[in-house]
């Protein structure tokens, strides 16, 4: 299994431009999960998915953020307009979602700079 | 909902000596434990978990603890090596919550060759 794959690895761009991170999660988990990680935070959940429907978007920091999950193996996380204490590494995490365990898998992170 | 801390936030150790995280949780209702290794530039990688139903697990050199009365739960490795150098979370997770994980804070652990 190729696990969670998120793209771009890297972004670096100006602020007020707007960013867009995508995730392809492990196919047949029928969670998906956004966290964001910062030095002063650590790891934060900002929004997660249960069969492509939003569940909880309570950590979704403010109206400038925004995922979509138009289908079972595709997410994106938009920022718009980016701000630079928006820098960080965006994580896309995937579980099965079975009652018997919750083991989530995370992608590489997409390490966001905004300037 | 649920608050997990963790100890220490740094761990210096020497090769061979063992290693000891310690995390505690607040909803008495969680009932999954995992812990993650994230090293340098990559995503947290599951290594061992641990439910509500046992006290103990262990995988070669790594074993966790968890006392439910205490509501607290500990990573022990042994025979530390350099490449176990990572920032180390725990977790806890209710399953009446979903599968939302709330992790800890992370212990940097080094390990001096």
Known sequence: DAGVIQSPRHEVTEMGQEVTLRCKPISGHDYLFWYRQTMMRGLELLIYFNNNVPIDDSGMPEDRFSAKMPNASFSTLKIQPSEPRDSAVYFCASSPGHLSGNTIYFGEGSWLTVV | ?113
């Open chain 2, 1 to 113: 909902g649920e608050n997990v801390e963790q100890h220490p936030s740094t761990l210096s150790v020497q090769e061979g000596d063992s290693a000891v995280i310690k995390c505690t949780y607040s909803d008495s209702a969680s009932n999954y434990f995992p812990w993650y290794k994230q090293e340098l530039g990559k995503g947290p990688q599951l290594i061992i978990d641990i439910r509500s139903n046992v006290g103990e697990k262990k995988d070669q050199r790594i074993a966790v603890t968890l006392n439910k009365t205490a509501k607290h739960f500990s990573l022990h490795i042994t025979e530390t090596q350099p490449e176990d150098s990572a920032v180390y979370f725990c977790a806890a997770s209710n399953r009446n919550a979903g599968n939302m994980l709330t992790f800890g804070g992370g212990t940097r652990l080094m390990v001096k060759p």
